[in-house]
């Protein structure tokens, strides 16, 4: 029985850790053993599991990172006893998730890895293995990791330093370890990540595009969705909704409240994620829900709203964005990773970032159409492209051909 075994930050928690489980269980029904080591946090699951570090290691590793600038270089004791799990199990193929998030150490992981003979899969969900520190380069428009990174802009973004800034060093020696495992196959999740791998120091690695999947059985349109607006007070009012796991300026809250300023009374915006602080201080024409893992409310207010904005300035693959059009709603985003993998003509509009005026155009333009124009193209092209079950699998097929 061959036997997977995944490392990320979390399991069956957030994005990433969601497609750590949906994998883990696709591949117990085909006949694998499933493992998951995590960093940070869990819910249940049905792979093994196993918890990296403890407490103090954690803060010991956010110590190391805020003061010297060594994001990924503590962590040396809970790295050891991972690699004596993963000896232990011995699985066929070890599959890295996000292996940021303060737990573990690139040294100690890449050495073993590099000699273990094991084949590896990586999956990229942001740049963090490409720079000398910061996850995304989008926002600043820095384009230093392309030559080597130095003196970087972006220093106290996560994972934040306060003194020393090391991002040169850490350049060189990421570059040094995940060039070294010849056993390595990089995943990225969009084709705009393909593209930056291109032109990093990963370029000779081997190389797949492996889209994110959601679950349309969960994500679909909601037959009652007149009766949930008037639950909610809505009633016959255009509903913007904007979703994200936490709010700031560079996730697009400020260009939110402008954008609020623009929009007549007949149009609502409902932001979800936001903190009791921001809700609080939120102006007339915003309701806001804090942070909710409910597939299933969230599913409604997909299913609610007449468009789905997404004014982010950094991401890669936005979730939100296949969330939407798998429940019929059109999305409005900016031009930001692989928004353009997700909406096409038929399905929204991507605009340049900051545009808010072009934003507002598109959004006016989806209103004045009606949802019902686009409905069926939104769903349809959820279900053509991000079906979890169908991208999935494609690393099924990945795991066959390595082994």
């Known amino acids: 029985m061959p036997t997977l075994f995944q490392i990320n930050a979390v399991c069956n928690s957030g994005s990433t850790g969601r497609i750590a489980e949906d994998i883990g269980k696709l591949v117990q029904k085909n006949g694998w053993q499933s493992y998951i080591a995590f960093g940070r946090w869990s819910n249940s699951s049905s792979s093994v599991l196993y918890k990296i570090g403890n407490r103090v290691d954690l803060l010991i ?166 009766e949930m607006r008037v639950q909610m007070g809505l009633n016959s009012r255009f509903m913007i909704l904007a979703v994200a796991t936490g709010w700031n300026k560079t996730k697009g809250l400020d260009d939110i409240l402008r954008l609020r300023e623009l929009l007549s009374h007949q149009e609502v915006i409902v932001v979800v994620g936001l903190t009791k602080r921001q809700i609080k201080n939120l102006p007339s024409g915003i309701i806001g829900i804090e942070k909710t893992e409910n597939v299933h409310q969230l599913a409604d207010l997909y299913s609610m709203a007449d468009v789905l904005i997404n004014p982010t300035y950094q991401d890669t693959l936005p979730t939100v964005n296949m969330e939407s059009l798998a429940c019929g709603t059109p999305v409005v985003a900016y031009d930001t990773g692989g928004c353009k993998d997700i909406v096409d003509r038929d399905t929204g509009y991507i605009v340049e970032r900051g545009d808010l005026n072009s934003m507002l155009v598109s959004i006016t333009r989806i209103r004045h159409k009606g949802k019902s124009h686009y409905e069926a193209a939104c769903r349809q092209r959820a279900v053509d492209c991000f079906d979890r079950a169908e991208r999935y699998l494609d690393y099924l097929k990945l795991y066959d051909r390595l082994l």
Not at 62 to 85: C, I, N, P, Q, W
Not at 112 to 141: E, N
């Open 61 to 226: 590793h956010v110590l190391y990172t805020r003061l010297f600038d060594k994001h990924g270089f503590a962590s040396k004791r809970s790295t050891r006893e991972l690699v004596k799990v993963i000896e232990r199990v011995r699985p066929d193929i070890i599959h890295l998730h996000n292996i940021h998030g303060y737990y573990l150490n690139m040294e100690i992981l890449f050495d073993y890895l590099s000699s273990s003979g094991i084949q590896v899969v990586w999956t990229l969900h942001d740049c963090w293995a490409m720079t000398g520190h910061c996850v995304h380069f989008q926002d600043l428009g820095c384009e230093k990791w392309l030559k080597g990174c130095s003196n970087c802009p972006n220093k106290h973004g996560y994972p934040a330093s306060l003194l020393k800034d090391r991002s040169k060093k850490n350049y060189l020696q990421k570059k040094e370890l995940f060039t070294s495992a010849r056993n390595l196959t990089v995943v990225s999740v969009c084709h705009w990540l393909d593209g930056v791998v291109g032109q990093s120091f990963l370029s000779s690695a081997k190389r797949e595009v492996i889209v994110n999947g959601i679950d349309l059985d969960i994500f679909t349109p909601r037959v009652h969705r007149e």
